[in-house]
């Protein structure tokens, strides 16, 4: 299939990608990158942070958290979070659903990252990759990646 691909655990082990993207708290997506299925998603949380195009501003107390589910539960991903200057409460699913119960309007924050993944699974060139080139696919994520961006900001219908 190409670079960038790997055996998919859920899918009888055959080629596939996983796409990980840091989204802002309403689910834009401000960072991205690809790797194979089978890559764990803690090997690429400094790689999709590193990939934010603009430099980020320096944070205020609220905004401070970055959201994340328990598949990122690890120290070292701990330790990146707090390098660019973040903390991360993470919660698993559990959790987030007796909260949800608890209080009226609370909204899960991994929520806004499938979000994200719902969005880019609408543009149908990006929902399976049948592009051998790691780049091109990587070009065509980035381009839906810019459209949902431009959707959000009212710029676009």
């Known amino acids: 299939m190409g670079k960038k691909t790997g055996p998919n655990p859920t899918d009888r ?17 401000i960072g991205l990158t690809v790797a194979g299925a089978n890559r764990n998603d803690l090997k690429l949380v ?3 942070i590193a990939r934010i195009p603009v430099d980020r501003p320096k944070p205020t107390s609220e905004q ?6 328990k598949g990122y539960d690890y120290e070292e991903v701990r330790e990146t979070v707090r390098e660019v200057g973040f903390t991360a409460p993470m919660r698993s699913r559990g959790e987030e659903a007796q909260a949800l119960k608890r209080a009226a309007g609370f909204k899960a924050r991994r929520w806004v990252v499938e979000r994200a993944h719902s969005w880019m699974n609408r543009f149908r060139r990006v929902l399976i990759r049948w592009d051998k ?3 091109n696919y990587l070009a065509f994520l980035h381009f839906a990646c810019a459209l949902i961006a431009f959707r959000a900001a009212g710029l676009l219908g």
């Open 13 to 29: 082990g055959q080629a596939g990608v996983k796409r990980s993207v840091l989204t802002e708290a309403h689910g834009v997506p």
């Open 133 to 135: 080139s790691a780049a």
């Open 46 to 48: 400094r790689t999709t």
């Open 64 to 69: 401070r958290q970055m959201g994340m589910d």
